[in-house]
């Protein structure tokens, strides 16, 4: 919900971060497995309850996310193998978070995490699934032109998810509740965009 506002406003800086790395000759697949490897370290820091660790890794790789990106563009070195890789590990690297704060904390946190994991696959799912239409229809990203993918907007996106993660380190011991708040928007998100989605292409099919 929050991404269209916040993707304009990021794309200075992180268009300075990739230039710099553009004059050490950086391709942008390694900015993304390096970005990766950092944003995993959260998974045992968080297991080790070493929270603000952790949450520095987790920021870390969001603006590593952002900064292959920029980098990309910058050397005309898009590719649909660079979009996939990138949205691949990004969700490892979600389910990683969630993972480490159920390990953290089992009895408080497991049901939680489990709950948030289910609602997770719900919006990848649903918004990926439409990807794949809105390509085979030609479909326009009107909000989201630099995506590497059809962005279907949703209740929970890029930045609430940041946000959700942000507040998980900073109050550890608030898991339980704000995953299983989170979890519910993103349920939310997913029965939205199933619904848009579905009208939508039954309208590109008639």
Not at 46 to 51: C, K, P, Q, R, T
Not at 79 to 91: E, T
């Amino acid at each position: 919900m929050l991404d269209r506002w916040t993707m304009p406003l990021m794309q200075a800086p992180l268009y300075t971060a990739a230039r710099r790395l553009q004059r050490c000759n950086v391709r942008p697949d390694q900015v993304t497995l390096v970005s990766f490897v950092i944003g995993m370290l959260s998974l045992p820091l968080l297991a080790l309850e070493f929270y603000l660790l952790a949450l520095a890794a987790i920021l870390l790789n969001r603006v590593g996310d952002g900064v292959d990106g920029a980098l990309a563009r910058l050397t005309d070195k898009t590719s649909d193998a660079g979009g996939f890789l990138d949205i691949g590990l990004d969700f490892v690297f979600y389910a990683a978070v969630v993972l480490g704060f159920a390990l953290a904390d089992p009895a408080a946190n497991a049901l939680a995490a489990a709950f948030l994991l289910f609602a997770f696959i719900g919006t990848g799912t649903s918004f990926l699934a439409f990807a794949i239409m809105a390509t085979r229809y030609g479909l326009e990203r009107p909000h989201f032109q630099r995506k590497a993918f059809y962005y279907l907007h949703g209740l929970t996106e890029g930045t609430e998810t940041i946000l959700a993660f942000v507040l998980f380190c900073l109050w550890p011991h608030q898991f339980a509740l704000l995953a299983t708040l989170f979890a519910v928007a993103c349920l939310i998100t997913t029965a939205t965009r199933l619904w848009g989605g579905y009208w939508s292409l039954r309208r590109l099919g008639e």
